[in-house]
C-alpha cells in the first residue's frame, strides 16, 4: 500500500542519515557553480569618476523620484545603493515606473521591469537601453548533449568542465563510503537537490570511458569506480529490467520502493497499446491503462486529440479505468499554437473551427467515459493542459503543479471546455457567496487575468482541483497514487451526466465590462484586453439568457467555439500568437 506522508518523510530523512556526505556534494557543487557565475559576469566593476547620467534613463534628467542619494545617479553613488528605485520604462512599455535593487558591473547598472525585462543604463555615456542576454555557442551545442558542452573551449565551458568532472569524481570516489549502491546516489541527489539526473545518470549521458580518459588527460585521479566500468555504462535494460553496476563490477535490477511506479520502468518491458508521433496509451497493470502525451512540451495537437478518441474506445472495451500521466518536464503546455496560428495566416478558418469543435467533442467524450478518469498533472498543467484535468473524474496533482487557463494571454478565451467547465464549478460550488453575480465574478477573474495555480494546495482554491482532489509530495509516487485513486472509483461507477445551470445573462456581461473599464482607466487592461474580456463575458454571462431561465453544457460550449472564433481573426490576437512563439513571453497590446 502507498506509504503516508509521515512515513515518506521519514524514509526520506532515514535516507538521508545513511548519505551524509550526499549533502556536501550538492551544495558544493551549487555553490561553486554560483560563485563562478557570479565572478564571470560581475569581475572588473567599474569605479572611476563620476559620470552623471545625461541620457534618456529620465525625462528631462528629472531624478526627483529616485530614493537612493540626493542629486543625480553617478558612477561612485550608484556603488552606495540601499534599497531601490523608481525609474520610469521607454514609451513603448505598459508599466510606468518600476522598482529594482540594482547590479553594478563592468561600468553599467542593471535593474529589472515587472515584466522581466533587464534594463542598463551605461556609467560612462549615461545612455539607457534594454541589455543584451549573452550568447554562447556552447550552450547552443550542449542541446545535444553534456559532452558536447565540455568539448568546447569557450570560457563558459572550460568553466563547466572544471566544476562538473570534480563533481561527478567525486561522487564516484564515494561509492560504496556513503551508499551500498549508485542508484541510492542517484536517487538521493534527484529528489533531494533537484538534479535532473544523478551523477552516474549524467556520466552515462556524457559517456564514462570519454570521461575517465578525459580526466586521465588532465591529471584527476580517476576513481576505482570509474574504471571499472570500462567501455560500458552504470546502468543498462536488461530482458525489460533497468540493472545498474555494483561496486563489485556485476549487474543487479534497480528495485524501485513500496509505493513507487515509473512509466518508464512499463516502457522498458512492453509496447503501447496505441500509439502516434504525439501520444501513446500504455497497459500500467491491474486493468488500468495510462494515456501519455510525448509531443514537444507535450503540446497538444491534432495527433494527440486523435488518439485519445482512439483510447477512450479501447479502454472502455480492455481496461478498468484510464490514468493521464508523463514524464516529461512538464504535464502538458497546452495546445500547439504555432498551428492554430499557420492555419490562422492562410485563413484556414473552417480549419480552426473544426479543431476548436473537436477538441470540445474528446475532452466532453472523455468526461462523460463509461470508466473513471485520472489526470496526474505536475510542473506547468496550462491551457489545454488544464482543460483535460477539469475533465477528469479525479486528479491527483503532485505538489509542485503550476495550473490555469491561460488563453486570454494569448488573445483568445479558453475553447476546449475550460470557460465553460470553470464557470460551472463556481455556479454549483456549495462554499460560494449567494446570489448570481459572485460565482461569475471568480471565473472571470480566473480566465481573464490568466491566473496559474503557484501549487496543487492553491489549485483547489481557484477551483481547478475540487475538494476530493490528492496531492502527492514525491514525483516518484505520483502515477502509483493515481492508479490507486482510479481503481477505487471503479466499483459502481457511473459517468456524470451534462450540467445545466443558471446564468444572469446581459446583466452580468454589463458588471463584467464595468470592471473591465475602470482596470483600462487605472492602466492596468490593455486595448486587446478589453476585447478578449469582452467575449469572456458573454461566455460566462450564459449569452442571450436570464437567471430564470437554463443554460445547458452544450449552448456553453457553442458560445466558447464563438468566442474563440471571433478573437482569432483579430490582428491583436495573431500579433500576440506570434510574439508568443517568437520569445516565449505574452504580448501587451
Not at 561612485?76 to 513603448?92: D, G, H, M, Q
Not at 561600468?107 to 555615456?125: F, H, K, M, P, R
Not at 512509466?263 to 500500467?284: E, F, Y
Not at 437554463?550 to 464563438?562: A, F, G, N
Amino acid at each position: 500500500m502507498p506509504q503516508s506522508t509521515q512515513e515518506r518523510s521519514s524514509s526520506a530523512a532515514d535516507s538521508f542519515k545513511a548519505i551524509p556526505n550526499v549533502a556536501w556534494l550538492a551544495i558544493g557543487a551549487v555553490v561553486l557553480i554560483i560563485a563562478g557565475v557570479l565572478i564571470f559576469v560581475l569581475s572588473n566593476s567599474s569605479s572611476g569618476d563620476s559620470v552623471e547620467f545625461t541620457g534618456d534613463a529620465y525625462p528631462g534628467n528629472d531624478t526627483s523620484n529616485t530614493r537612493f542619494v540626493d542629486g543625480a545617479i553617478n558612477s561612485k553613488n550608484a556603488n552606495s545603493l540601499k534599497v531601490a528605485w523608481t525609474l520610469p520604462l521607454s514609451a513603448k512599455s505598459t508599466y510606468g515606473a518600476y522598482a529594482a535593487t540594482p547590479v553594478i558591473a563592468n561600468g553599467v547598472i542593471y535593474s529589472q521591469d515587472l515584466a522581466s525585462n533587464v534594463q542598463a543604463i551605461d556609467l560612462e555615456t549615461g545612455k539607457y537601453h534594454v541589455a543584451d542576454k549573452p550568447r554562447l555557442e556552447c550552450v547552443n551545442a550542449a542541446k545535444a548533449g553534456p559532452r558536447a558542452l565540455f568539448e568546447s573551449d569557450e570560457r563558459a565551458a572550460r568553466y563547466a568542465w572544471r566544476v562538473m568532472s570534480r563533481t561527478l569524481a567525486y561522487a564516484c570516489s564515494l561509492v560504496p563510503e556513503i551508499a551500498d549502491d549508485i542508484a541510492a546516489v542517484d536517487g538521493a541527489m534527484r529528489l533531494g537537490y533537484n538534479w535532473k539526473w544523478g551523477p552516474f545518470e549524467l556520466l552515462d549521458r556524457i559517456g564514462p570511458a570519454w570521461f575517465r580518459d578525459r580526466l586521465a588527460a588532465v591529471g584527476i585521479a580517476v576513481p576505482p569506480l570509474l574504471e571499472r566500468v570500462g567501455e560500458s555504462t552504470f546502468y543498462r535494460t536488461e530482458q525489460g529490467r533497468l540493472q545498474y553496476l555494483t561496486v563489485d563490477g556485476a549487474s543487479a535490477d534497480v528495485v524501485r520502493p513500496d509505493g513507487v511506479l515509473l512509466l518508464a520502468d512499463i516502457k522498458r518491458g512492453g509496447k503501447p497499446v496505441a500509439r502516434n508521433g504525439s501520444a501513446s496509451l500504455w497497459d500500467i497493470g491491474d486493468g488500468v491503462a495510462c494515456f501519455e502525451f510525448h509531443s514537444k512540451m507535450n503540446a497538444i495537437d491534432p495527433d494527440t486529440l486523435d488518439l485519445l478518441d482512439k483510447s477512450i474506445g479501447l479502454v472502455a472495451k480492455n481496461f478498468k479505468a484510464l490514468v493521464v500521466y508523463n514524464e516529461g518536464e512538464n504535464f502538458s503546455v497546452g495546445a500547439n499554437v504555432g498551428i492554430a496560428l499557420f492555419a490562422a495566416n492562410v485563413a484556414a478558418w473552417p480549419m480552426i473551427e473544426d479543431m476548436v469543435a473537436k477538441g470540445q467533442k474528446v475532452y466532453r467524450k472523455l468526461k462523460h467515459a463509461p470508466f473513471p478518469v485520472v489526470a496526474a498533472p505536475f510542473g506547468m498543467t496550462l491551457g489545454g493542459g488544464c482543460e483535460i484535468c477539469l475533465n477528469a473524474d479525479a486528479v491527483q496533482a503532485h505538489a509542485e503543479t503550476y495550473i490555469g487557463l491561460v488563453e486570454a494571454g494569448v488573445g483568445v478565451v479558453p475553447a476546449w471546455t475550460g470557460s465553460t467547465e470553470l464557470v460551472t464549478r463556481w455556479v454549483q460550488n456549495k462554499k460560494r457567496p449567494g446570489g448570481p453575480l459572485p460565482p461569475l465574478a471568480q471565473a472571470f477573474e480566473t480566465i481573464g487575468m490568466a491566473k496559474v495555480a503557484k501549487s496543487a494546495f492553491e489549485a483547489k482554491e481557484l477551483l481547478f482541483l475540487r475538494e476530493g482532489d490528492g496531492i502527492t509530495m514525491n514525483r516518484d509516487r505520483l502515477l502509483a497514487d493515481a492508479k490507486a485513486k482510479a481503481l477505487a472509483l471503479v466499483e459502481g461507477y457511473l459517468a456524470p451526466e451534462k450540467a445545466s445551470i443558471s446564468l444572469p445573462g446581459w446583466s452580468a456581461r454589463l458588471a463584467m465590462q464595468i470592471v473591465v473599464d475602470g482596470l483600462r482607466l487605472r492602466g492596468a487592461a490593455t486595448p486587446h484586453d478589453e476585447v478578449v474580456a469582452d467575449q469572456l463575458a458573454v461566455v460566462l454571462s450564459g449569452g442571450d439568457t436570464d437567471v430564470t431561465a437554463t443554460v445547458t453544457d452544450d449552448d456553453l460550449l457553442r458560445l466558447e467555439r464563438e468566442a474563440f472564433m471571433s478573437l482569432i481573426k483579430h490582428p491583436a490576437t495573431l500579433a500576440r500568437l506570434e510574439h508568443m512563439l517568437e520569445t516565449g513571453k505574452p504580448l501587451r497590446n
